[in-house]
């Protein structure tokens, strides 16, 4: 039995998300999620199989949840799901630990074959998702995932943008004020900004949060 777990922001998402697996034999939802914050958590709890995770979520990101449940529960595979088609999410997905990535138009004919591809440790792109991949490489448009800021320092970036105050980000990320500060001031120092508003429209170009 491939156990479960679902996060995405969206109620009415994750029903449909649970109406699909519950129709499979093999597999069983153990744990849902709002964020990635609640995700980790989860998975932390119930020990899924494998996670899937919406790309864009309140609080902590699909991506930067990928990357803590790797590092926390390496036993816990990650599929990410997500409305973008951008290539640079899939590398960043790549990039982040998950095994696989399913775009949410093609869930419904897309993510019960991902689901078991990734429970049986092999990795899952949604074909629409390797067409566009190989189309801005043939254009010579080939995505540049760098960033200049650390996983640590863009989860910040994201809680700030989202409106979080100093004390209420570190209990999110579980540091210190002190800390929290630090990166704040390291971020501004490395992207030349200033303030909360030019670390909003930053995060909203990346794609931390929606505008």
């Known amino acids: 039995m491939i156990r479960v777990l679902i996060a995405d922001d969206h109620g ?12 499979q034999l093999d597999m069983e939802v153990v744990a849902e999620a709002t964020d990635g914050v609640g995700a980790l958590e989860s998975t932390q ?18 991506l930067q949840a990928a ?8 036993d816990t595979r990650v599929l990410l799901l997500s409305m973008h088609d951008d290539a640079h999410y899939f590398l ?18 897309d ?25 801005q490489w043939l254009e010579g448009e080939g995505p540049d995932v760098k960033d200049p800021l650390t996983p640590r320092e863009r989860e910040v970036v994201k809680l700030i943008a989202e409106a979080y105050t100093n004390r209420q980000i570190a209990e999110t990320l579980k540091v210190s004020e002190k800390t929290v500060e630090s990166h704040r001031a390291n971020v501004l120092s490395k992207l030349g900004m200033r303030d909360r508003v030019e670390l909003a429209r930053y995060a909203i170009r990346q794609g931390l949060v929606e505008p």
């Open 12 to 23: 009415i998402v994750r029903s449909g998300l649970r109406m699909l697996i519950d129709r």
């Open 45 to 62: 709890l119930a020990h899924p199989d494998v996670a899937v995770l919406d790309v864009s979520m309140p609080r902590m990101t699909g």
């Open 67 to 74: 990357r803590e449940i790797r590092a926390h529960a390496p």
């Open 92 to 109: 960043e997905g790549l990039d982040a630990g998950a095994a696989g990535y399913v775009l949410k138009r093609a869930a419904d004919t």
């Open 111 to 135: 993510l019960i074959e991902a689901l078991r591809a990734v429970a049986a440790g092999r990795t899952f792109l949604s074909s629409e998702a390797q067409r566009q991949l190989m189309e």
